[in-house]
């Protein structure tokens, strides 16, 4: 017995890296699989139907069941064809995995309005549309004891550590995981659980230019796409407990993101702050350096003097 038979998934952004990864362990679960992808190259352009068609034959040969579908998730109908594609093929919907995505790196002196909005519109918009559309299904066709879940996909860049060139793409994913909170608290009362994966040093196409990621591995490799499959599959799987969580997965290790604590504060009695007084008050505070935690957070990938060499990678990119 598989952790997901008898559920329906529509996957997005399948046919490649992370998502094509998802859809190959949810199927082997026992999942029948909407596996959509347009088939875009990783900056959104052009489209090959056929990409999507390849993962499904590939599980459909491996036994599983699955069909294909090439609408954009940032077409708002083509978000509702996709949810109603694996109701009409497969009778219901359980599960949703917002995965796709594409990347318009570029810094923000340079970067150009489409750009942009290219970018958001594919991750946040996509994400919203497709869940709108699932959620108005589940909210129509609410049966009790079956449950439901959505699988959003977020970044280290955006919740953690955002990169510099990717003002779209970290503002997208950051969100992304807003937007999963506002969804968990709504669809509870349905039997609808959001959470979200946040993918750590995965090798695909989006991240090919990040330090250390073409690196060969020798024996497990821990930037295998497939490393954030059983993740969210877990996350989709029947009777999880979690709603409203974040968690960043990196080669077999999962840690829980803790987004929304408090930190450290500064106060005092009657009358509101002056300049001067702030200015004292606050020296207390810890701070942080954005440049060092990046680094950290590379892990090594950069080798030695971390922070000259990234800053001088940021220099390269701002030209």
């Known amino acids: 017995m598989g952790s997901l038979d ?88 359980h599960v949703v995995v917002n995965n796709a995505g594409n990347e318009r790196a570029r810094a923000l002196v340079n970067m150009t309005e489409e750009e942009f909005d290219s970018v958001v519109a594919v991750h946040l918009k996509g994400t919203f549309a497709v869940s709108r559309w699932a959620a108005r299904y589940w909210r129509d066709h609410t049966t009790a004891g079956v449950d439901r879940a959505i699988v959003n996909t977020v970044s280290g860049s955006g919740v953690l550590n955002p990169l510099p060139t990717q003002s779209n793409y970290a503002a997208a994913k950051a969100g992304i995981a807003a937007m999963s909170t506002v969804h968990a608290l709504e669809l509870a009362r349905q039997g609808v659980r959001v959470n979200c994966v946040s993918p750590s040093m995965a090798r695909t196409r989006l991240t090919l230019g990040v330090p250390g990621m073409s690196e060969e591995s020798h024996g497990h490799d821990p930037r295998d796409p497939a490393a954030i499959a059983p993740v969210a599959a877990y996350l989709a799987s029947a009777g999880c407990p979690f709603n409203g969580e974040v968690f960043a997965v990196r080669g077999a290790t999962v840690t829980a993101v803790l987004a929304r604590s408090r930190g450290a504060e500064v106060t005092k009695d009657g009358a509101a702050w002056n300049v001067a007084e702030l200015a004292g008050a606050m020296d207390r505070l810890p701070r942080h350096d954005p440049l060092a935690e990046l680094a950290a957070t590379l892990g090594g990938a950069l080798g030695g003097q971390d922070r000259d060499r990234l800053l001088a990678m940021i220099d390269e990119v701002l030209r």
Request: proline fraction near 2%; charge should be negative; charged fraction near 25%.
């Open 6 to 93: 008898g559920r329906v998934a529509l996957i997005t952004g399948a046919g490649r890296g992370i998502g094509r990864a998802e859809a190959l362990f949810f199927a082997a679960e026992g999942a029948k699989v909407v596996v959509n992808d347009p088939g875009v190259a990783a900056d959104g352009t052009g489209g090959d139907p056929g990409v999507a068609e390849e993962v499904a034959e590939e599980i459909r040969a491996a036994g599983g069941t699955a069909v294909a579908n090439s609408d954009s998730v940032a077409d708002w109908e083509g978000a509702r064809r996709m949810v109603e594609q694996a109701v009409a093929t497969f009778g219901d919907l």
